[in-house]
């Protein structure tokens, strides 16, 4: 599932080619993706385009925004003209733009969704009301340290749980976990103030690597100009199951934790 550089990644994009840019209109292919009105959505410009966690908000000039999530398998290219590989059988929803540009969005597994609204109630959707504090904002080592002594659950589980903090998933939470040498097996609550804080830093350190590669294309992202992002090939433990780890040398085991596939180094993650 995409995370917060990937997210960001595609927001970046879409900035570049939608902001200024006109929505002549917004074409919707697949009912499962939205049964929004899209008269609020004809002849539009594009104002700004945000992220909320791992989901985005292209306002427009009218009061209105647009809000998409990706989910799993979403994706949104833009192209400057039609005559290309797309769109596919995969493509749910079409932006036809000025000058004949089009922003596809394409969705295998069919869990995204696009919402129409006021600008002004973006927040209280439901998805974005309830996600928590966000790395690069207004994350903080304290807030960190706080919900972990508050917490039973595994540490991996809580720093992923959305509504505790915002935009990591299983990628960056194995890779954070590595880096700051703490087990993704152990209890949130019995971590130290030394370890939640050098954990801290090590989110920030595995998002921004994260950022510098152009996300994490080991399933199907890609960004807003339709290419792959390149960290899947500099992760520290994230499907290397085998290989060295990259702080100790010996050999990353994979487990479970809350069901989900955890990969760890048993030398120096304690
Ligand atoms: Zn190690």
């Given at each position: 599932?995409?995370?917060?550089?990937?997210?960001?990644?595609?927001?970046?994009?879409?900035?570049?080619?939608?902001?200024?840019?006109?929505?002549?209109?917004?074409?919707?292919?697949?009912?499962?993706?939205?049964?929004?009105?899209?008269?609020?959505?004809?002849?539009?410009?594009?104002?700004?385009?945000?992220?909320?966690?791992?989901?985005?908000?292209?306002?427009?000039?009218?009061?209105?925004?647009?809000?998409?999530?990706?989910?799993?398998?979403?994706?949104?290219?833009?192209?400057?003209?039609?005559?290309?590989?797309?769109?596919?059988?995969?493509?749910?929803?079409?932006?036809?733009?000025?000058?004949?540009?089009?922003?596809?969005?394409?969705?295998?597994?069919?869990?995204?969704?696009?919402?129409?609204?006021?600008?002004?109630e973006v927040g209280r959707l439901p998805f974005f009301k309830n996600l928590g504090p966000e790395p690069?904002?207004?994350?903080?080592?304290?807030?960190?340290?706080?919900?972990?002594?508050?917490?039973?659950?595994?540490i991996k589980t809580l720093i992923m749980d959305q509504r505790k903090i915002s935009g990591i998933g299983?990628?960056?939470?194995?890779d954070a976990l590595n880096l700051a040498k703490i087990n993704p097996s152990r209890k949130a609550k019995?971590?130290?103030?030394?370890?939640?804080?050098?954990?801290?830093?090590?989110?920030?350190?595995?998002?921004?690597?994260?950022?510098?590669?152009?996300?994490?294309?080991?399933?199907?992202?890609?960004?807003?100009?339709?290419?792959?992002?390149?960290?899947?090939?500099?992760?520290?433990?994230?499907?290397?199951?085998?290989?060295?780890?990259?702080?100790?040398?010996?050999?990353?085991?994979?487990?479970?934790?809350?069901?989900?596939?955890?990969?760890?180094?048993?030398?120096?993650?304690?």
């Amino acid at each position: 599932m995409p995370e917060l550089p990937e997210v960001e990644t595609i927001r970046r994009g879409l900035e570049k080619h939608l902001v200024g840019k006109k929505i002549n209109e917004l074409e919707i292919l697949d009912l499962k993706l939205s049964k929004e009105n899209l008269s609020h959505v004809k002849s539009v410009k594009v104002t700004t385009v945000r992220r909320f966690g791992k989901g985005l908000v292209i306002e427009l000039d009218n009061e209105y925004s647009i809000a998409v999530h990706i989910k799993m398998t979403g994706q949104l290219i833009f192209k400057q003209n039609k005559q290309d590989i797309l769109p596919d059988k995969h493509t749910r929803a079409i932006f036809k733009l000025e000058n004949a540009a089009v922003l596809y969005f394409n969705d295998i597994r069919r869990f995204g969704w696009i919402k129409i609204l006021k600008t002004d109630e973006v927040g209280r959707l439901p998805f974005f009301k309830n996600l928590g504090p966000e790395p690069f904002k207004n994350l903080t080592p304290r807030y960190l340290q706080e919900i972990s002594q508050k917490s039973n659950l595994p540490i991996k589980t809580l720093i992923m749980d959305q509504r505790k903090i915002s935009g990591i998933g299983n990628i960056y939470a194995n890779d954070a976990l590595n880096l700051a040498k703490i087990n993704p097996s152990r209890k949130a609550k019995f971590l130290t103030e030394k370890e939640t804080n050098k954990l801290y830093l090590s989110i920030l350190e595995v998002l921004n690597r994260g950022l510098k590669y152009g996300g994490s294309s080991e399933v199907n992202y890609v960004n807003a100009d339709g290419n792959k992002g390149k960290y899947q090939n500099h992760s520290f433990v994230y499907n290397r199951e085998g290989e060295n780890c990259l702080n100790c040398g010996s050999k990353i085991k994979k487990t479970k934790v809350s069901g989900r596939g955890t990969y760890f180094c048993e030398s120096c993650q304690k």
